[in-house]
């Protein structure tokens, strides 16, 4: 599998901003779900245990976000379902391959006196479905519309040709995008 760096930036910038918008919205979901669960604290409270898990646990999830996202980027247009689908349906098997690891928190985790006991709460499973579907929904619309850009901007693009003095050769050596296109990679 080839690994276009564009293509995995634009899936990073939208696994971080599907992150922040997971991590902006937990106080509001917390109460609707009736479960005190965080993810941000989760992760800050596994690196460090003072007044400084806040900003340690929001970067930590960004990264994570960003971190899906750069898979999510490269893997999308293999996934056999509509555009609209691949980002949920991503987040959404992620969230249903890892979950079964909450079993270990109280007994892994540095800060697991800190946490609702999340393994066997369907109210928390609930919970943690609902953040996945969002991320999954943002990071997989976002991401499309990154592409989509990205591939107008492509396509608007002059081929390069050969100028007086140059040949073929210079042209073919001719590197970025323009270049690219040019030798129809």
Not at 48 to 75: E, K, M, Q, S
Not at 92 to 103: M, Q
């Given at each position: 599998?080839?690994?276009?760096?564009?293509?995995?930036a634009?899936?990073?910038?939208?696994?971080?901003?599907?992150a922040?918008?997971?991590?902006?919205?937990?106080?509001?979901?917390?109460?609707?779900f009736?479960?005190?669960?965080?993810?941000?604290e989760?992760?800050?409270?596994?690196?460090?245990?003072?007044?400084?898990?806040?900003?340690?646990?929001?970067?930590?999830?960004?990264?994570?976000?960003?971190?899906?996202?750069?898979?999510?980027?490269?893997?999308?247009?293999?996934?056999?379902?509509?555009?609209?689908?691949?980002?949920?349906?991503?987040?959404?098997?992620?969230?249903?391959?890892?979950?079964?690891?909450?079993?270990?928190?109280?007994r892994?985790?540095?800060?697991?006196?800190?946490?609702?006991?999340?393994?066997?709460?369907?109210?928390?499973f609930?919970?943690?479905?609902?953040?996945?579907?969002?991320?999954?929904?943002?990071?997989?619309?976002?991401?499309?519309?990154?592409?989509?850009?990205?591939?107008?901007?492509?396509?608007?693009?002059?081929?390069?040709a050969?100028?007086?003095?140059q040949?073929?050769?210079?042209?073919?050596?001719?590197?970025?995008?323009?270049?690219?296109?040019?030798?129809?990679?």
């Amino acid at each position: 599998m080839v690994v276009d760096r564009h293509r995995t930036a634009r899936g990073v910038i939208a696994g971080a901003t599907a992150a922040a918008v997971w991590a902006a919205q937990q106080s509001a979901d917390k109460r609707l779900f009736g479960v005190r669960y965080d993810d941000t604290e989760l992760l800050g409270k596994f690196f460090t245990r003072g007044r400084g898990w806040r900003p340690v646990g929001i970067a930590a999830h960004l990264a994570t976000g960003g971190a899906l996202g750069a898979v999510y980027a490269n893997i999308d247009t293999r996934l056999p379902l509509r555009p609209a689908a691949r980002g949920p349906v991503f987040a959404l098997t992620e969230h249903l391959l890892t979950w079964p690891g909450t079993r270990l928190l109280d007994r892994v985790h540095p800060a697991a006196d800190d946490f609702p006991r999340l393994w066997g709460d369907h109210r928390a499973f609930a919970q943690a479905t609902w953040r996945h579907l969002l991320f999954g929904t943002i990071l997989g619309e976002l991401h499309r519309r990154l592409q989509a850009t990205q591939d107008a901007f492509v396509e608007d693009q002059p081929v390069f040709a050969p100028a007086g003095g140059q040949d073929l050769e210079d042209a073919q050596a001719f590197e970025g995008p323009l270049g690219r296109l040019y030798r129809g990679d």
